[in-house]
């Protein structure tokens, strides 16, 4: 007797059927990208040591309120990268990206105010070409922890792709900052806040293709 060719069509499409790999929770994964920023972090703390000259005035407050800008903006937009990457957390990621933007603005306002109520130090807002290799050295720093991101959502399932290696591309830099910032050695208080600032925006720019490109490979790999 032969076969119904709906049972057939059935038995064929089991056949062709994969097991579905759980994606991992959301706070775990940013967890771990945050210990390997983390790691890198104290790695160049130990290596080069603090910004020198803290103890003078402006003091220490816009110096710590940048780096907590810094870190909260860059765990924020790598949380965002990672729920774009998760079908039905799109609203997260959208809240998350927004809640760390406006995290980052809130520091650079209190840090500018502090520096602006503070007696002048004769420093420059901008110092021309030595901004440059703060926001380079932390383009580099910002590779682990984004291509780590990068390659867990990309075992996730990243329909959302250009949001989520534009997130990752900033947040990773943002974290790279935070390391670079703590160790910098670039004169000026306005150049701790302002540029370090601007980093995460720069880094996004130089990241993202990058970024989307190994996103691309890795998706295709972990389908295989």
């Given amino acids: ?33 945050g210990a390997v920023a983390g790691a890198v ?51 997260r990621g959208v809240t998350l990206a927004l809640g760390s933007v406006v995290s980052l603005l809130v520091c650079v ?21 030595r901004e440059l290799p703060c926001v380079l050295f932390s383009i580099t720093l910002a590779l682990p922890a984004a291509l780590f991101a990068t390659y867990l959502a990309a075992s996730a399932a990243p329909i959302h792709s250009s949001w989520t290696s534009v997130l990752t591309a900033a947040g990773g830099t943002a974290l790279g900052m935070v390391a670079a910032h703590l160790t910098c050695r670039t004169p000026g208080a306005w150049h701790t806040v302002l540029t370090h600032a601007l980093a995460p925006m720069i880094g996004a720019f130089l990241l993202v293709v990058p970024l989307a490109l190994m996103l691309r490979r890795w998706q295709l790999a972990a389908r295989s």
């Fill in 1 to 33: 007797m032969s076969r119904d060719p709906t049972d057939e069509l059935i038995s064929s499409l089991a056949r062709d059927l994969r097991p579905v790999r759980p994606v991992r929770p959301l706070g775990r994964e940013v967890l771990r990208v």
């Fill in 41 to 91: 972090t104290v790695a160049v703390v130990a290596g080069l040591g603090l910004r020198p000259g803290l103890e003078v005035v402006p003091g220490q407050t816009p110096f710590v309120v940048m780096a907590l800008g810094l870190a909260v903006f860059g765990l924020g937009s790598i949380s965002a990268a990672l729920a774009f990457a998760r079908p039905g957390l799109e609203g």
């Fill in 109 to 129: 306002g209190i840090s500018a105010f502090w520096l602006r109520a503070a007696p002048s130090t004769g420093d420059a807002v901008w110092g021309g070409a």
